[in-house]
């Protein structure tokens, strides 16, 4: 069974700094794309970043590139969403969420939500402005 858990999420003044981590467990992390996702109340699930499990190669929403890094440690099954920079519009509910095995991230980023088939119950971002 598979299962993914988000952490470190938190309120945070605007121009700050905030780093998310999410473990997976139950599947062979190390040949599986991971995504960040985040979602505001009333608003369609949006792709942030993506690292691909081949090469570490990422992808990035226009909205946090050159803000936010994603990277990913295969020895602890986690993959982390470094945000600097922080806007009031990135306040949302951050996902993170992984592809099948082998799969890729897609070349045409951010991707549908449906491409990921396992995913975590989200940490709150909260940006003060």
């Known amino acids: 069974q598979v299962q993914v858990v988000e952490s470190g999420g938190g309120l945070v003044q605007a121009g700050g700094s905030l780093t998310l981590s999410c473990t997976a467990s139950?599947?062979?992390?190390?040949?599986?794309?991971m995504g960040w996702f985040r979602q505001l109340p009333g608003k369609e699930r949006e792709g942030v970043a993506c690292?691909?499990?081949?090469?570490?190669?990422?992808r990035y929403a226009d909205s946090v590139k050159g803000r936010f890094t994603i990277s990913r440690d295969n020895n602890k099954n986690t993959v982390y969403l470094q945000m600097t920079s922080l806007k009031a519009e990135d306040t949302a509910m951050y996902y993170c969420?992984?592809?099948?095995?082998?799969?890729?991230?897609?070349?045409?980023?951010?991707?549908?939500?449906?491409?990921?088939?396992?995913w975590g119950q989200g940490t709150q971002v909260t940006v003060s402005s």
């Open positions: 969420a992984s592809r099948p095995r082998y799969y890729y991230c897609s070349v045409s980023w951010p991707s549908t939500p449906a491409d990921f088939p396992y």
């Open positions: 690292i691909n499990w081949s090469d570490s190669s990422t």
């Open positions: 139950g599947l062979t992390f190390k040949f599986h794309t």
